[in-house]
């Protein structure tokens, strides 16, 4: 009897445990979630006001400027653009006119403060995000000319 | 023409592993005998038109056949000839080739190493064998063509892509293809005993070198990867939570899980469904990864665009596998029984816990891995997973099989008391926290991040010892020489594994805790204090190479005075895709890495003048020295002649 007890105890401590556990990994995972936005959507205000997200499209053609290791760049989705800044070192495929996806946070002053630049790994490829960055601002350019028509 | 004999061979081996597969299945659903004889012919000669069609592209690649698409879109007649025989395995449908290539050398092994099984289960896993070729064989010939010629023959082709032509894409990928097909025939073992109705110790013993050679092959690659990424990548990092890189991880978790589960089953007859159901599990997330992989869902160095029907199929294929893999688990798992009973604290209990513990880790990092994909699947925008989820989590549900480690093989089989255990256990509790402590007061810097990993590290190394300690205890008489080589290399092995590990925590609590990172700006002749070392930068020298240009950094490091090392970063143009590349130049030393890399010229100052970043790395080669240990522990487990197989009698 006694053994029993302590058998149904311990598994009821174990599923406790992995309750606890799976509530755990499912909070950190919630607030790991990076969330993909266009320009035109930042503009928009769709994107949170605290904490990381992702923008993506095109760096703009002569927009980029370095002051040491500081850079500054607009990124476009060909509809609408947003500054960016970055500190460090550009991955080697970073160029104007390129695709090129941005992790971190928006500042009051509306300036994206990147912590992270990812460019595409060869030539022939673009960021799947910046593509559909790229999509997106196609049908709002769309919906936007057929507004003007009516 | 040879191309085309390339083609046909791929074609005839479709028919001759139909062969393979059918005629042995339908021997045993019939209980015809004669059935059996095909099995091992028809795998040879299925396995050597493989090998053939393999030979036949690599030679394309080596007379720079471009008039074959995939040779004209990987290669490039300057590329050095290494690279071109390496940039078979560079592309989509190269690489797909390369997977069924491997899985035939693995046939191969099975009909010559498996030998002395008996005929019956032999043929039946040949046969399992044989539908994967099958599946695999489909997949090239309908969708991914390697052979596929063109109509208007380029002068040159378009190159690999720089950041592949490196000695690591010479060794990165064949090590983890032998690693990711290899669970195949863990895989195949377990149906064959699914379907033959036979699952006892002698199967596990014939399984687990099996197993444990793709799980050394897997570690080893995994790990050559990881160190190939942390210098060609530029930006130092050796781990980044990569969905490709997860892909591999995943089998790697569930392969270890595998190699314990199977001790208990071979040694005690225990845990038979279990194991049988985690060989199945490491097979399909092999094939997950191979999906995740090469399906074009990802954005990766791994990933090459691909169309949408190639994805479809291998997701179908995956599929099939793993939903008829498991419900011939459900119909035949309880024929097999779970074997034999165990107590709530005994060794059993202790590696079922580690299974439960790496089991959940490896569902964390598919959560992790798979939710992005499905959510863009689905059309809801699009989302990442950050890596410190993975950091946190995975450390979180680690610990504790870590601090399991340390007991399992110090415990009684069958049943084992916490007296017992705390008695053997108590000074190597202290020792390691002490040492947790003391490492960190030398470092300058002490974290709850530190104190963990160190004691993690600290706790395996003493049980390590502990466990030498009562095997020695244990054998009465003789001296230490003879009592030593009386352990035999499965324990040897498992004990140099388990060291390995925590050689590897040492490191890369080292490196998280104590990294150092620097970016500058820094003009000709100009020289920096970084970390107590003094960098002077000489300039630039113009370099040619075999395919690029560059310009290299001169970095002359000295510390107190005394020359250290001279540092020559690069950035390389390459000259047929017009690519830049930035290589990394490393002082390596097994306490510390220095690590500089160039950024760009900056334009507008004065001339000569870069952005550099400067790396310091503790101990960061202990993550990949502690993954050979565990790579060579588990080769001497291999070893052991337990595992030479001996005539069955039938």
Known sequence: ?150 | MIPDIGHYALMIALIVATLQAVLPLAGLSSNNKKLFAFATPMARLQSLLIIIAFIILDYSFYINDFSILYVANTSNSNLPIIFRLAAIWGGHEGSILFWVTILAVWTLAVTFFAKELPLRFRSTLIAVMGLITVGFLLFILMTSNPFERLAFIPIDGRDLNPLLQDPGMVFHPPLLYMGYVGFSVAFAFAIAALLDGRLDVTWARWTRPWTTAAWVFLTLGIALGSRWAYYELGWGGWWFWDAVENASFMPWLIGTALIHSLAVTEKRDAFKSWTVLLSICAFSLSLLGTFIVRSGVLTSVHAFATDPSRGLFILVFLALVIGGALLLFALRAPTIGLGEKFDLLSRESLLLSNNVVLFTATGAVLLGTLYPLVIDAMGLGKISVGPPYFDVVFVAIMVPGIFLMGVGPIARWKKATVPELAGKLKWALAISIVSALLVPSVMGKLSLMIFVGLLMAFWVMSSVWVSVNTRLQAIPTGTLREKISSFGPAFNGMLLAHFGLAVFIVGVTMVKGYEQESDLVMKKGETKLINGYAFRFEGIKPLRGANYVAKQGQFYVSKDGQPVTLLTPEKRLYLAQRAVMTEASISVNPVRDIYVSLGEELEGEQKDTWSVRVYFKPFVQWIWLGCLLMGFGGILTMVDKRYRLTKVVK
């Open chain 1, 1 to 150: 009897m006694k053994s029993r007890h302590k058998r149904i105890a311990i598994i009821v401590a174990g599923i406790a445990l992995l309750a606890i556990a799976a509530t755990l990994l499912l909070q950190s995972f919630q607030s790991n979630l990076v969330f993909f936005f266009s320009p035109t959507e930042v503009i928009q205000g769709k994107s949170p006001n605290q904490g990381n997200f992702r923008v993506g499209g095109l760096v703009v053609e002569g927009s980029v400027k370095r002051d040491g290791t500081k850079v500054a760049f607009q990124i476009t989705d060909t509809a609408n653009s947003m500054n960016v800044v970055f500190t460090g070192i550009l991955p080697d495929l970073f160029k104007e006119g390129k695709g090129v996806v941005a992790q971190g946070t928006q500042g009051a002053d509306g300036v994206f403060v990147a912590d992270q630049v990812l460019a595409k790994h060869d030539e022939n490829y673009m960021p799947p995000e910046a593509a559909d960055a790229l999509e997106k601002a196609q049908q709002y350019n769309a919906n936007k000319a057929a507004g003007e028509d009516k």
